[in-house]
């Protein structure tokens, strides 16, 4: 089998493996409209594959007409789209129906790959479909944290007990700034959104060597933060009272037991050590102002990258998604926590590089058209697979959004 | 076994036999807030006869815990309740342990019954769980039959094909008014709403003997009943506005097909003869006035009742859920159709009758609380349970609800 | 010059004594949009004669072509009409031009007055005017009460200070019921909704001499009323918990001074005697509950009307525009403050008397499709103008609304 | 007289003179919550000075003790605020009382400079405060044009009739790109937002001489340009789409007469010949994806900005409010219509630059808080007011906001 057969297998098996502990009703959940269901999660991934690789040969027998804009996620340009907010309802295809989609398309693209030779232009669009699913599988894990996480019931997605390390005394590493490259070049993947590389300057600054922990993010809590207007971006107040917003999301306050905090292993009691996570932009925002420092910026953020350790890119313990601190004996002088714990905000808006340019067709709605009103993430979380992060890589959300693993990275100068 | 334990395992029985053809997933559904999961009513039936029967007793373990908040409605007395319009996201506790919920209070329910003496005054609030439970079987029929219709698939809840006989040509059955009595003063069981009976004068009135028919109703669209402001009760146009309202709930109309009607089992051409259903009161109101006629009231309705054959009140084709024409051999001289296919929406809003006492403590939540702002429909429907007609009976909903079994008796005079 | 030429200059003078306070900005207020300012009460009540009366004259020319559009209500028959909630947008047409309409219009009333014969039919719409310019007096009183208010600066309508003798005790009256008529079957005007007179049977009852004090509606609020559940109907409930309603509108809570009240004169402390005001139904609905009773129906109230004192229907201190206490030698027997104090909501649902017919044309838009949804109100208001008050009178408002001066009439039995 | 207070008071003679054609009542009109009523942009300039200058000083009596909270627009810090959206609900304090304002607090400030020495610190404050005034000048121009524009009678607020000479034919002018500065440096003022002064990497490009014409827009309409998906953002098919939006806002289309334009001069024929303006960020991005470009950046525009003639930066005819094409003999080699004409929407969010601070205490809610969310606009409009206009100017506002007078520079490379 070829190579691309074999890593095609892997990632659509990942997808399978996310969901093995649910229910079929729980794959129905979708507790906001920002999130999806499972089931739909699971289909939509296979849409991909099979409206944009198999729809246009000749031969193949669509698995069902009304799936095309059943799982249609947001391409105009291949028609209607079964509204967002009413994914929950969809008990019908049955979550059978849909496992049955996806080994009916895997078959088929795997023939197809079988066919293709070693040039053919499909490959790019393959592996697309594979990095959209590997994106898919971050959402699956969120979508699966949120969707728990509004039952009372408090139900776990698997039971284990992540614990965390001590945390490492922050640092601040001093970059010179200057006339950088940025975006990518290399050989491999990526999405459009990270080029062209191109030159930047930068004025000289520093960035910490660690992320913000819950323990520093719990003292800002109670120094009065969230009350605190001086500290929060117009938007961000507004935010903050009309949702009455006093902790990160997922923090929960008992008189009796102190701070806790659900994660995918259930409710547990708040971790001193672990990055905090689940942040809007506007808070992360407003605790930098109070710790006296600021959000990295986007090209900032990629030139400190490099001074990370040579450890793999990958998250080390990639079966437990949940953040954590660095080990006790992580590298004394580069950056820690880039990759692999929570995603990181920055200060800059998700704009398009200079001379960018989205891909042709239905595929360039993957990422030019969002270039508005959000901002960009860096680094990669607990939650993103193996294999999908890029020290280019461009992540980008509203910044009032938290369901994601989001966390803070401090620069100043 | 006694007959109230027989009564209560057939009513119980019942509930799961309309859920027989639902997938776990179907039983998430919540469509709109104004429908409940088939899980969340077969749940809460049987929360009423813990809560009501046996948490009062000494030596009783409750089921769950957290299902006291979980599955209460709206009884404010018994404490908090689970916020309704998020009941679609309960996919814990599963619908298994919502099976063994049901069998486990109801074998304690049944020892409870073996236990009771002939006068136990918990018979009366046994047999109001019951009546209760058979409400919802009601709400089950419509709530189902909402959700799978809002799926693009159109999946039906059961195989079969109802067809109507052709109507019986209608009649204007004149009725002398005067001091009446109304409501109830039989043996047996009535919700307290139906009392006390009492006193009314009426002006002599005429009624017409059949329910307005899908081919009348489509004569009124076709005639632009649904654009003559004139027609219309002022909230009602603003509803039709608002909604862009131009047919009945579930109707639908292509150029090549004609109009098509949307049942439990599954899209199917309109049926001329069969009596027009899922109306609002504004629609029913603006057809009578369409019609020189106006809605009957709810006193003239209860007198014009017994004109009625003396057939059972309950549904001849009982496992027909779906209204139909009368028979064509129909009693030619009193009013058809006044039970078992489609509740008739009277112009009387819901009130307490004269002297009216709800029932004490959490139970007096029933009924009472309600009556404002909603319309009284007499008679029952097609997917009434056998056994729960009375022609005293008060059903009530808000003017712009659609989605029950309604429908248009006039009257005139 | 005629009686009705006399009367409709007294009619049409009153309007503008009401806004003699204001200023030209004052004019302009719409702080909700149940509220209309006072220019536009001022065009609208012109606009009536001018469409029903001047527009069908041969010769008449309209003071402006699109006063049509800017100045009609809800008749839909007339045409469409400027959006009710931006009418406080409306700078233009300024209020110079709005007197000056009024002058241009009432020279051609009073000339068409004149050329009138006794019995022309047009002599009815006319009165039809005066009565529809009447009530929009009451509603400019509540509306401007309403604007003002809502303004940090509390200025008042106009300088006075309105006091309250002690209130005399309460009885209670009782009425023995029976085969009753009512409805307007007397000379002269009446709109169509008090029409036919009617029969209705009633029980025996017993109604409260006086209306609900401030003072026992503080002790109700004492008594935690706002926060016990069952003394509210659940449509109250909600609204209740959704606006965080906790006294009467316009009512004040300040710790160093007690319960104050904004009053066309200003705010001033809570008078104990005076009756309570500007409730919504739901309000009194709980009261009544509180206080053991029930709120009385519209054909109870009526039927005791006739037992109040001999005296003027019309407020005896007209000029004032509050609600006062009966005076200490209030006749000992019948029932007190039954008219010129506060509207009294009644457990009666807006509905149509048997046989109701609306005014054929435009005008039977004036209260036929408004018959739904709203509860009555029974008697009249220190706002009703003089010569406005009947003892058959049906004013409906939703049961939310509290803006008008509604008040409490307890029944019992 | 010193030249501060000269300048002070023509400053302060131009608010009022803005005004001189409205009644009190048009001094009232809040026709959406993004305006503000013309008499509250006179109040709360008035505010800005005695707030920042005259409370501090120790015999100073304020002028009324509750215009501190009417009158603050957002400053958090200074204290509570009346809420926005209902600032055209305060008939009181008259538009009398508030022109008293204006002329107690000059007179008071008149005093002060008067008194300040050379090297005064609160030089800096009264010279912001005079820059924060000609900012609500130019937003009372655009207020007050939306506040009648929405008025049906469509009133003017000046008689003039304003005409555009032929539009030059386009050029694009070549930028070399390279490591430029941009922010202010010179001597003056500036607002914080534009400073530090800061090095930034462009790529070569290429600027648009002229700005986009009515009719080059009108051609995109025709050409379908609001239908097309794919020429647009996310966002903004959104909100086109919740908007129905289909042409710039004050655009009117009509069978018989084709394109109509509102203007402050009233409704008038469109002028193919002028800029296009009263667009959003979306329709401008949407527009140049059609023409095969893309809008500018900020730092592009800056760095274009001194090719333009070197003609006075403030517009030639002051007068006229309303942006025109430039004369036929403009400069043949340079960027026109730069300045005075419309604000041009960049593709740059609004962020502060490298190594930004707010000003110290509540001055620093000026800019800073609203860095988030927001798009840069560059150059300066037919409203700005003389004095007001600098190359480093960075206006913002949201991308759905068009009833400024936005317009299209475009770049491309």
């Known amino acids: 089998m070829s190579e691309l057969a074999k890593r095609f297998q892997d990632v659509r098996a990942r997808s399978g493996a996310l969901c093995a502990s649910l229910t079929a009703e729980d794959h129905m959940l979708q507790a906001m409209p920002d999130v999806s269901p499972a089931k739909w999660h699971l289909a939509h991934t296979t849409w991909f594959f099979e409206t944009f690789l198999l729809e246009p040969l000749d031969d193949y027998a669509v698995f069902h007409p009304k799936f095309r804009t059943l799982f249609n996620s947001y391409y105009q340009a291949v028609g209607p789209q079964y509204p967002r907010p009413r994914r929950g309802l969809l008990s019908r295809p049955p979550l059978s129906a849909i496992l049955e989609y996806r080994r009916y398309v895997d078959t088929h693209i795997l023939?197809?790959?079988?066919?293709?030779?070693?040039?053919?232009?499909?490959?790019?669009?393959?592996?697309?479909?594979?990095?959209?699913e590997q994106q898919h599988q971050e959402l699956l894990?969120?979508?699966?944290?949120?969707?728990?996480?509004?039952n009372p019931l408090q139900p776990?997605?698997?039971?284990?007990?992540?614990?965390?390390?001590?945390?490492?005394?922050?640092?601040?590493?001093?970059?010179?700034?200057?006339?950088?490259?940025?975006?990518?070049?290399?050989?491999?993947?990526?999405?459009?959104?990270?080029?062209?590389?191109?030159?930047?300057?930068?004025?000289?600054?520093?960035?910490?060597?660690?992320?913000?922990?819950?323990?520093?993010?719990?003292?800002?809590?109670e120094d009065g933060g969230y009350d605190d207007h001086r500290l929060w971006l117009s938007d961000g107040w507004a935010w903050r009272q009309a949702h009455n917003v006093q902790a990160p999301l997922y923090w929960q306050h008992r008189e009796a037991d102190g701070w806790s905090e659900y994660t995918l292993y259930g409710r547990r009691p708040l971790d001193p050590n672990a990055p905090v996570t689940h942040l809007s932009a506007y808070e992360a925002d407003a605790f930098a102002a109070w710790a006296g420092a600021r959000l990295i910026t986007e090209p900032e953020w990629e030139v400190a990258a490099p001074t990370a350790p040579a450890a793999p890119i990958d998250r080390l313990a990639a079966e437990m998604m949940h953040p954590r601190a660095p080990d006790a004996d992580a590298d004394a002088e580069g950056a820690l926590q880039m990759f692999g714990e929570v995603w990181q905000w920055t200060r800059s808006a998700y704009l398009p590089y200079p001379g960018y340019e989205p891909l042709p067709g239905a595929l360039g709605e993957y990422n030019g058209k969002f270039m508005c009103g959000q901002w960009v993430l860096r680094g990669s979380a607990c939650v993103t697979p193996p294999g999908h992060t890029r020290r280019t890589y461009r992540n980008f959300f509203y910044p009032h959004q938290r369901w994601q693993f989001t966390g803070i990275r401090l620069a100043r100068g």
């Open 111 to 132: 023939a197809l790959i079988e066919a293709m030779s070693a040039d053919d232009p499909r490959q790019a669009i393959l592996t697309l479909g594979l990095h959209h």
């Open 156 to 221: 776990a997605w698997q039971e284990a007990a992540p614990e965390s390390p001590p945390a490492p005394p922050p640092r601040w590493i001093r970059m010179p700034g200057g006339l950088v490259e940025v975006g990518f070049d290399a050989d491999g993947f990526c999405f459009d959104n990270e080029t062209p590389r191109h030159t930047v300057w930068l004025e000289p600054y520093q960035v910490r060597s660690t992320l913000i922990t819950n323990a520093e993010y719990r003292e800002f809590i």
């Open 141 to 150: 894990a969120t979508d699966i944290k949120y969707n728990l996480s509004i």
